[in-house]
């Protein structure tokens, strides 16, 4: 995971979750690494599990110094979705704050 | 504490493969201060400002999509009631018509499939204005595609405006006979105590309390309810509710982010959630499937109007603990046409229009979207929305009718609208009811329980 950026260039982290559902395969985590360090959005988690016969896996990313909007990387996701025959959701993490935390 | 892989999963199937939307952002503008003697003039500031705004709400709507994942399924607008507007013009039936064409175009040019207040309250009587309106309403609404009319025909302070009860069974019918099919009726509903801030079609209108712009959201979830109710097929009714409260607040809060941050883009007012689960021709998307999954054998069999009852409580509850701002309509809607489940249990002959009536006295919001036989006599057409509009006057409660006697047709035969409307099963209806008891008119005056102070 990349270094902490220096302090006066320090933004409010904007925390997004990538989501893949499928059958679980070599690279995943490679490829949406790489499209993530393209666009300077920083890996802060990830997770996997099996569920109801899914493979799932989440990825949270902080796009604070993101150098493309949302929905461009939301976009490439889902390319990457299609190459690989997997499910990509990008979601911001206030969705999943909203519904599921008192 | 980060969220877990299931969180994040449960969030993601509920808008994959459960139907989870945002049924409809709905923008409340009021329209009040564009008031002119000039007709001209009032046209064209109306039209500027629901373009403007009308392009903003679309703006704002697509980028919360993108950054929650959520689809946004409707943009709609609505307006200040037009009878109000129309109050400084000349009242004849080409002023408000080229009214409703303004509003048609407006919405037409902002991208917004529905645009909705052109009508009136007149549960205590008719002002001329109000009554030109009424009068307009079959040229307006069937040489119009996009604008919805509501009247407020009944309040449990003032009663029910039988007068105007009456002239609505032959503006309907008038209607239904100028517009293919009878859609013209579609986008028109008739209410008692109606609600001024509610987002859902056809009866949103910017109420005479709201300020000057007021975001409200609908939220859509039959889909996700029917699936936690599938999922629990053992457990005793408490515990079922209990579930039922659990996922409602959630989808709830999930709504009540997005219309905060769309009030934010905009810098609108924010209004409120409605919570009422709104149903959609989809296969699963359905009310009636909610209550059939909960053990009624199909909706409409003794049993329904309890298990709804159960389903509506559950809701609010759930809604109430998510967002301070539940508001709107927030009952349940059973509309015939829109609900996979509702009109198999037409079909079937399990759902009658007496059943249908019943499930309002609950928690049901109105009969929404049955369709009659085209030959259904005005009268009888004024006696069912006397019925229907009585039992929400006498429970303190909204009650609805949007009703489409559809030309040609006969009970047992079904007519197709297409996209959101779905497809009506034509229910059977008596030829002869109340006429002596309709040509009457008068108002019913308001019930004992008015009197409250």
Do not use: W
């Amino acid at each position: 995971m990349a270094k902490k950026a220096p302090k006066k260039t320090v933004k409010e982290p904007q925390i997004c979750i990538v989501t893949v559902t499928g059958k679980d395969k070599v690279g995943i985590i490679a490829r949406l690494s790489v499209a993530m360090a393209k666009n300077n959005i920083n890996i802060v988690d990830v997770n996997q599990k099996i569920m109801e016969n899914y493979f799932v896996m989440t990825m949270a990313c902080d796009m604070a110094e993101a150098t493309v909007a949302i929905n461009e990387i939301s976009e490439k996701l889902s390319r990457i979705g299609k190459e690989m025959d997997l499910q990509i959701t990008f979601q911001h993490e206030n969705i999943f704050k909203a519904m599921h935390r008192v | 504490m980060r969220i877990s892989v299931e969180e994040v999963f449960e969030t993601v199937q509920m808008t994959m493969d459960q139907h989870f939307d945002v049924r409809t952002v709905t923008l409340g503008i009021n329209l009040k201060d564009c008031m002119d003697r000039n007709l001209n003039q009032f046209c064209k500031r109306i039209e500027h400002r629901i373009v403007t705004m009308g392009q903003k709400l679309n703006a704002a709507a697509d980028a919360m999509e993108q950054k929650y994942g959520v689809p946004v399924i409707n943009r709609r607008i609505s307006v200040t009631p037009v009878s109000l507007l129309l109050e400084p013009l000349p009242r004849t039936v080409a002023t408000a018509v080229k009214v409703a064409k303004t509003l048609d175009r407006a919405a037409t040019r902002a991208n917004i499939d529905f645009i909705g207040g052109f009508g009136g309250y007149v549960q205590k009587g008719l002002t001329a204005s109000d009554e030109n309106l009424m009068n307009a309403l079959p040229q307006a609404l069937s040489q119009t595609q996009r604008v919805c009319s509501f009247f407020n025909l009944g309040s449990t302070l003032a009663g029910l405006n039988m007068t105007a009860v009456e002239r609505f069974g032959h503006i309907l019918k008038d209607l239904a006979v100028k517009s293919k099919t009878g859609i013209g009726c579609a986008k028109v509903a008739v209410f008692a105590n109606v609600p001024g801030d509610n987002p859902f079609m056809a009866g949103a209108h910017h109420g005479i309390g709201e300020p000057d712009h007021s975001l409200n959201i609908g939220i859509s979830g039959p889909g996700v309810v029917k699936v936690v109710v599938e999922k629990n097929p053992d457990c005793d009714l408490t515990e079922l509710s209990e579930i039922i409260k659990r996922t409602v607040f959630k989808i709830t809060r999930a709504g009540e982010l997005i219309g905060r941050e769309v009030a934010d883009m905009m810098s609108v007012e924010f209004g409120i959630v409605d919570i009422s689960l709104a149903a959609t021709p989809a296969a699963g998307d359905s009310v009636a499937e909610i209550i059939e999954a909960m053990g009624v054998d199909r909706m409409g069999v003794p049993g329904t109007t309890a298990a709804l009852a159960l389903l509506i409580d559950a809701v609010k509850k759930g809604g109430a603990m998510a967002s301070g701002r539940v508001g709107g309509l927030s009952g349940t809607f059973i509309p015939v046409s829109e609900d996979a489940g509702m009109i198999r249990a037409v079909k079937e002959g399990a759902l009658n229009l007496e059943k249908l009536e019943a499930l309002t006295s609950v928690c049901s919001v109105g009969m929404d979207m049955f369709a009659i036989p085209g030959s259904t006599p005005p009268d009888v057409i004024s006696a069912i929305i006397a019925d229907e509009l009585a039992i929400g006057i006498a429970n303190n409660k909204t009650t609805s009718v949007r009703v489409i006697p559809v030309p040609g047709k006969r009970a047992g035969q079904s007519v197709h609208f297409g996209g959101l409307l779905g497809t009506a099963p034509i229910m059977a209806v008596t030829k002869n009811a109340s006429l002596g008891f309709i040509n009457r008119k008068g108002r019913m005056p308001a019930p004992l329980k008015a009197l409250r102070n």
